[in-house]
Each structure stands twice: as structure tokens, then as C-alpha cells.
Nanobody, 119 residues
């Protein structure tokens, strides 16, 4: 089992920045992918950004150039720096962890943290 705890959400105005943090604990495998997804009301959960332990990153099209993902491997932590926030970035942001390997591998999710961008 893996536990994920997020922090850093809140209410900001358009154009401002926010940084999310997520700490993983439990049965952490060295080869893994961690990152962030988000879900707005009435919409499906979508990719924000993920990064492997090897440094390979993947970003959703709507956040490229504005958001940056970073990892602290010693702390099993992942961060999301969000700049130039827009009202359409409003959503619950979920931390994500998955071991990289063969076979059926479960996804792990945090409890979610609310990000609201509004003037």
C-alpha cells in the first residue's frame, strides 16, 4: 500500500501562482511515476503532469509552459509549481503514484486538494 498526502491548494486570483506538494509513504518502489491529475465539476479527471524516477516528464496540453513538476526522490515527494493561473485551472488536484513494471499494477491517489482561481 502507498499513502499520498497533498497540501498547498487554495484560492488565488487569475495570473497568480500556487505550489502543490505531495508526500508518499508506504511500500514505495524505486522505479515509479508520480504526478498530478485534476478534476473539475462535471468533467473527467485529466492529466496535469507526471514524472518518472528517471526524470521523464509528461504534461497536459492546457498547462504546458505554465506548470512545472519537480520531484524530491529522497523524500518521495512531488511538487507542482503553477504559474499564470487561469479560472479554467479551478479543480480538485490529485496526487498520483504508480510503480513502473509488468503485470497488473495499481494506481494510487491522494485525497485531493482544491485549487480555485477566481477574481
Amino acid at each position: 500500500q502507498v499513502q499520498l498526502v497533498e497540501s498547498g491548494g487554495g484560492l488565488v486570483q487569475p495570473g497568480e501562482s500556487l505550489r502543490l506538494s505531495c508526500a508518499a509513504s508506504g511500500n514505495i518502489f524505486k522505479v515509479n511515476r508520480m504526478g498530478w491529475y485534476r478534476q473539475a465539476p462535471g468533467k473527467e479527471r485529466e492529466l496535469v503532469a507526471t514524472a518518472t524516477n528517471g526524470g521523464s516528464t509528461n504534461y497536459g496540453d492546457s498547462v504546458k509552459g505554465r506548470f512545472t513538476i519537480a520531484r524530491d526522490y529522497a523524500k518521495n515527494a512531488v511538487y507542482l509549481q503553477m504559474n499564470s493561473l487561469k479560472p479554467e485551472d479551478t479543480a480538485v488536484y490529485y496526487c498520483y503514484y504508480k510503480r513502473i513494471g509488468v503485470g497488473v499494477i495499481p494506481n494510487y491517489w491522494g485525497q485531493g486538494t482544491q485549487v480555485t482561481v477566481s477574481s
